[in-house]
């Protein structure tokens, strides 16, 4: 469903530039539930950003659903990620102009896909999500957020989702409410590739890559909470 192969991300800064991902390659296939842990700055959303064909690699290929992304037209491939990719984003990116509702379905606006009122009160409901849906992000909590920029997300029901920490603003219930989704969802045969610093919710995962200075370090399959402590010490030193 996506492959990485040995991708490559530098940035040109002022006087030099900087390689923040090396040589990474990853496999994922549809109904995998793909975790990906390391410290602050590792590059785990730039990976994310090269995989979701939201930013290209200066070296490598990737492939979503078969099609390399560096080969596609911007049109061919912003259609790609519109109906194949769903991600739910670090910073959530919703719009302030808009009310809960409205962020919810813009990407099924933007397909001219229908739209169903009833379908995203049950799905913000099953969120555990308490606010009305007429209020505008300004006017939510950062865990509401968060949860608005997941049911954005689900409503798609797309094939792969991409999650940047898509639990980092949530209580402890709301967390493994969201957790217990993904994993339904990729029982149910959708990708999904999650950045997470919890490290008993990747531990709930069948396989986590543990990424350090832009390189995967090490990929533990079915992982234990004690197996990736481990490996973060060693990161530690
Ligand atoms: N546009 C950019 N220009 C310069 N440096 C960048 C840019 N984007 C990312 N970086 C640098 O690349 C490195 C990786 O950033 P990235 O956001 O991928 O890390 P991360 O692992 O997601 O961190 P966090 O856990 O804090 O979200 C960081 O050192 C960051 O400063
Ligand atoms: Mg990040």
Redesign the pocket.
């Given at each position: 469903m996506i492959i990485a192969k040995k991708i490559s991300k530098q940035?040109q800064?002022a006087s030099h530039s900087?390689e923040?991902l090396h040589e990474t390659t990853i496999c994922a296939r549809p109904g995998e539930f793909l975790s990906i842990i390391?410290?602050?700055?590792?590059?785990?959303?730039?990976?994310l950003?090269c995989l979701s064909g939201l930013m290209m690699p200066s070296s490598g290929e990737v492939y979503i659903d078969g099609q390399c992304i560096q080969r596609l037209s911007a049109g061919k491939l912003a259609q790609l990620r519109r109906t194949v990719i769903s991600t739910i984003f670090?910073s959530y990116n919703l719009l302030p102009a808009l009310n809960v509702l409205d962020n919810v379905v813009l990407p099924l606006r933007l397909n001219h896909q229908r739209i169903s009122k009833s379908e995203v009160k049950t799905l913000l409901n099953g969120l555990n999500f308490k606010a009305d849906l007429n209020q505008f992000p300004n006017q939510l909590s950062g865990g509401e957020q968060q949860k608005v920029a997941i049911a954005r997300t689900l409503v798609m029901h797309a094939q792969v989702i991409f999650a940047?920490?898509p639990t980092g603003a949530l209580d402890l219930i709301s967390r493994q409410v969201i957790f217990q989704q993904l994993r339904a969802l990729a029982e149910q045969g959708v990708c999904i590739i999650m950045?997470t610093?919890d490290v008993e919710q990747a531990a709930h995962t069948g396989r986590a890559l543990i990424?350090n200075d832009?390189r995967i370090i090490s990929e533990v399959k079915h992982p234990s909470v004690d197996q990736l402590f481990a490996q973060m010490d060693t990161i530690r030193g």
């Open positions: 940035i800064l900087v923040i390391g410290p602050s700055g590792s590059g785990k959303t730039t990976l950003n670090q940047d920490e950045v610093h990424l832009g």
